[in-house]
């Protein structure tokens, strides 16, 4: 009568919990495909008017040379790296460049800049082989330090970084051997966000090669790669809510801004485009990808867009695993865009099919219904605040407890030892002496039970949020390997079971927990406490400790009440991301 009506409330609270704080969440149609044209990913050009004698890779040898460039985030030049710019306070960083060129040619050659994916590249361990590649076929390459500032891969300055790679367009822009109308850029991954703001800032690029681009948003394109991954890795199908209420926070509440910048455009595909993509790529929507370069190309009246997909490749355009040291790129890739680039800046009118190699595959649906949701983050960003403050709290004090009671044990230890040494001796006058044992101290003093349930209940609620982190953590190294390209694993072990054991363990807890409350009910009432105006004595007896409901000590107290609403709150963190949804 009593722990049934106090279960179904406790229950009731965290399902609310779980479903307020559902996202919508569409990622239909799934196992969409985009057929290509042609299965030869080969790039030809028309040379009838000229252009017979095109360079292709390994035409000449190559040279290298640096230059360092201080560039500070408002896009400025200055003389001195490492020093705060005055026009924003903002810092400058030194950029260092590799500058590929061919050897012995002459006359005014077309460029290339590269631009960094995700992460911390420099120019050194960036794009090595394709950088020198392409300059064997007579092009000016530069690679660049990745302008990061004082930023992290969580808010990077995409329209900082894009006036900082248009400084290193202008340098080549500027060079005695480059044709200043022929320079493009090679963006992969991540830079393909601020591809679309470099163009906007400097309209005179002349062609682009986008590897792998991510096209949409950072909330759609992250919440489509890691929604796919996350079932690729064979992860439980519940793990997909906390991709759903991570994917919709409002990072403005933190100060991130680059959730939802602005990507797409006519602007961002004006000019000619050379799209390539892996079928082992599990990161990028790639037929809602081309969809979208297309129309939004052909908005800006540009019909040069030349797709190429390759199978077995992944996202970097390689075969095999990318955290291993030398993998290849795909079958013909550098090939076929090496001819691309060749041709395009030629200006020669391509014959081969724009969209050709592996049919383009897509295995669920972008997810453009995400969007911020301001009072969702604003309530997870306060539990999960208070749930750490909580438990360090909670640990703290255990702590003091534990130390407080080995210490309190030993002396009573020694004082019981003394006495039994003591007791039967004889006194100087012929008396026995008669030394009582001292009784055992009272530390926490908790009383009907309640010190081993909240024993018990605080182990099983803290081994199940263990279960929760390993097995999200397994998830996040399978999801991990995929985008290095690696295979999934075939047995999925505790990211696949800990969701529902997680869940029937929650229902357990939350069903205990409504016994020690009952019982806590049952002690207060006969107590005299559940009346008005409660027996007098009651309150007195409780807090002296004489008449105790809970424990004797006011540590006991503190200590129940302390590890029982971190407990809860724990229980509270399950249901905000969604393991109470059934």
């Given at each position: 009568m009593v722990s049934l009506?106090?279960?179904?409330?406790?229950f009731g609270i965290l399902v609310a919990v779980s479903n307020i704080t559902i996202v919508p969440w569409n990622i239909e149609p799934t196992g969409q495909s985009m057929a290509t044209l042609s299965d030869d990913t080969t790039v030809t050009f028309d040379t009838a008017t000229g252009g017979t004698d095109l360079p292709d890779k390994g035409s000449y040898t190559v040279t290298e040379r640096y230059v360092t460039l201080n560039v500070a985030r408002d896009g400025s030049l200055t003389k001195q790296a490492g020093v705060r710019n005055k026009a924003n306070d903002q810092g400058v960083q030194a950029i260092k460049v590799l500058i590929r060129e061919p050897e012995g040619v002459s006359g005014k050659r077309p460029a290339v800049v590269f631009m960094h994916g995700a992460g911390y590249g420099t120019c050194d361990n960036s794009f090595g082989d394709v950088a020198a590649d392409m300059a064997s076929a007579g092009f000016v390459t530069a690679v660049l330090d990745k302008p990061v500032w004082n930023t992290t891969d969580i808010n990077r300055d995409y329209p900082a970084s894009a006036k900082a790679y248009d400084q290193v367009i202008s340098y080549l822009r500027d060079q005695d051997n480059v044709d200043a109308t022929k320079v493009g850029i090679y963006a992969t991954s991540e830079s393909t966000w601020i591809s679309s703001y470099l163009l906007e800032d400097d309209p005179d690029i002349a062609f682009q090669i986008l590897l792998?681009?991510?096209v949409f948003s950072p909330r759609q394109s992250l919440g489509f790669f890691v929604t796919q991954d996350f079932t690729l890795a064979g992860a439980n199908d519940g793990y997909q809510s906390i991709v759903q209420r991570l994917f919709s926070a409002d990072g403005t509440v933190v100060g991130l801004?680059?959730?939802?910048?602005?990507?797409?455009?006519?602007?961002?595909?004006?000019i000619p485009t050379y799209v390539a993509y892996g079928s082992k790529d599990v990161m990028t929507a790639q037929v809602d990808g081309v969809r979208a370069i297309l129309y939004e190309a052909h908005r800006a009246g540009n019909w040069d867009v030349t797709v190429r997909s390759y199978p077995v490749a992944n996202h970097v355009l390689r075969l095999g695993d990318e955290s291993e040291a030398g993998t290849p790129f795909a079958?013909?890739?550098?090939d076929d865009l090496i001819d691309w680039a060749v041709g395009t800046a030629a200006g020669l009118k391509q014959t081969s099919e724009r969209v050709a190699g592996t049919d383009l595959y897509q295995s669920i649906g972008l997810p453009g219904a995400l969007k911020a949701r301001r009072a969702g983050t604003i309530y997870g960003?306060?539990?999960?605040?208070t749930l750490i403050l909580l438990l360090l709290a909670s640990a703290v004090l255990a702590l003091v407890a534990l130390i407080r009671v080995i210490v309190a044990r030993s002396r009573w230890r020694r004082a019981r030892k003394h006495a039994l040494k003591r007791r039967g001796q004889d006194?100087?006058?012929?008396?026995?002496?008669i030394a009582p044992t001292p009784a055992k101290p009272v530390v926490l003093g908790f009383s009907h039970g309640f010190g081993g349930a909240l024993l018990t209940l605080t182990f099983t609620t803290l081994a199940t949020l263990l279960i929760f982190a390993a097995g999200l953590g397994q998830v996040v190294m399978g999801v991990v390997k995929l985008a290095w390209g690696g295979a999934p694993t075939e047995t999925p072990g505790v990211m696949y079971w800990s969701w529902p054991v997680i869940q029937v363990v929650s229902v357990l807890v939350v069903w205990a927990w409504s016994r020690v409350f009952m019982r806590l009910i049952e002690v207060a009432s006969a107590r005299g406490l559940i009346q008005w105006p409660p027996r007098k004595g009651a309150v007195r007896g409780i807090v002296t400790g004489a008449d105790p409901v809970l424990a004797s000590t006011r540590l006991g107290r503190v200590l129940f009440w302390l590890v029982t609403f971190t407990m809860l709150n724990v229980l509270l963190f399950?249901?905000?991301?969604?393991l109470f949804i059934y």
């Open positions: 009506p106090i279960f179904i409330m406790l792998s681009p991510m801004t680059n959730f939802d910048i602005r990507t797409l455009g006519p602007g961002a595909y004006d079958d013909a890739y550098v960003l306060i539990l999960h605040a006194e100087s006058d012929g008396t026995t002496i399950f249901a905000f991301w969604g």
